[in-house]
């Protein structure tokens, strides 16, 4: 107990940074997920099958492998980075927005094709359709599964730190390598931090789940 | 549905379309092209660094990695779904004192990240890299496992339980004929959908120096030089990606096959969407 005790400063800053790199990388996959989602219903056919490649592929690509291509492969092919942060924060987002794109898809289909129509019988357009009828009420189906994406983007954030991010897992593997004989108190203090943002997390995602639950 | 967003398009629309579709193409083309240039300004397209895949020990190393791969995922599947099954019947006891240890157990589980745990196991019991990659699959997979068929027993008909008790089978005889086996086909989408994250999370096992794919790339570019990680990267990356596709492909498939079939058959799985969505 004592290890934990003694570096809690370190834990303390790899919690924190752990919160930075999710909610940058939360924010930014929101974003690009969304325009991901709203590029797969236009009718602009490009812009569908742009969108349709980029979430079949990124959510077939193990996360780890993302990491590797924006950490290791990019700085070799010319890309280079100030900090290791900007190198996994591009691999968390552009992963997250793959599976936010395929949440915030599904909840637009999920609206009954009435409303759409009902829209359009009183002389809306595409795009007010899209903003003021479809999105409104498939936001609310959304943002349960959409928190549990991010559950997961907490705990893949954790990936950075084999790539030379010092977040949580990365100290706590610093700090399990300097205190050989109390692995098991470093690495459960590790899990108490990762519990301490994704435990919350979920009984917030429950919550929403049964306050904006709409019965159809 | 997307179809009902807008109206068929009349001549004019179709015209900005078209505009749009092939500004929106010319500019992913530029993308690409400028990608490719840089690129081949690197060097990245000379025939010398693609050469190395005519080389049988290039191949039989990447062999090994994909080996290494498969074979954790599908050890780590084989325990990890009677476990799920075991942690779900555990988790919807009749009794508070066996269901309320096992809620906290899977909410721990899936709480965590699974690299921390495959580093858990490897330091504290200090097994080998194929046991530290395995256990940490069995215990994430199996908790998510658990909460996928315990949401397909949920979905059921309350009448499927209470008829097997009427007929006087014991609580365990119920779970075990009646809800258990409509309740695994009712979530096979999600449960293979499962499959694919667990075969993705294998690569986190390069994190512990398993073998596997990814360290394969690494093993062979250090070995070779750096000038050869590109084309190992980018052969191993189209590997790893063809084989989830072609999982996923399985899922989808078998999702469509069971929505055809009448009421008993595979139900949407609504709720366990929300379990496999990321990761």
Redesign the interface.
Known sequence: MDVIIDNLPLYWEGFLRTLFLSAVSGVIALLLGTVLAAARVSPVAALRGFSMTYVEILRNTPLTIAFFFAAIVLPRLGVKFEQFEVAAIIALSAYTAAFIAEAVRSGVNSVPVGQAEAARSIGMKFSQVLNLIILPQALRTVIPPLINILIALVKNSSVAGAFFVLELFGYGRQLANSNGDQVLAVLLGVAFFYLLITVPLGILASTVERKVAIVR | ??S????V?GPK?RRV?LI???V??LL?LGLLAWIIS??AQ?G?FEGRRWAIFTRADVWSLLGNGIGATLSAAAVAAVIAFPLGLLLCLLRISDLPAIRIPTRIVL??L???????MM??VL??FGTNQFIAVVAGLVLYNAAVFAEIIRAGIQSLPKGQREAGLTIGLTSFQSRMMIELPQAVRRMMPSLVAQL?VLL?????G??VAYGEL?RA?QVMADFLG?QF??PI?FV??AI??AI??CV?RIAVWIERRGSKKAAGGVAKAEPA???T???
């Open positions: 549905m997307s009902v967003l807008y109206d398009p629309a379309s749009g579709s092939v929106g193409s992913i840089t690129l690197q990245i909410e721990f899936r709480g965590m990240p699974v690299v921390l580093f858990f330091l504290v694919v993705k999370d294998t690569s986190l390069y994190i990814l790339v750096t990680l590109f990267f191993a990356a790893y990606i989830n596709i996923s969407a929300v379990e969505a990321a990761k």
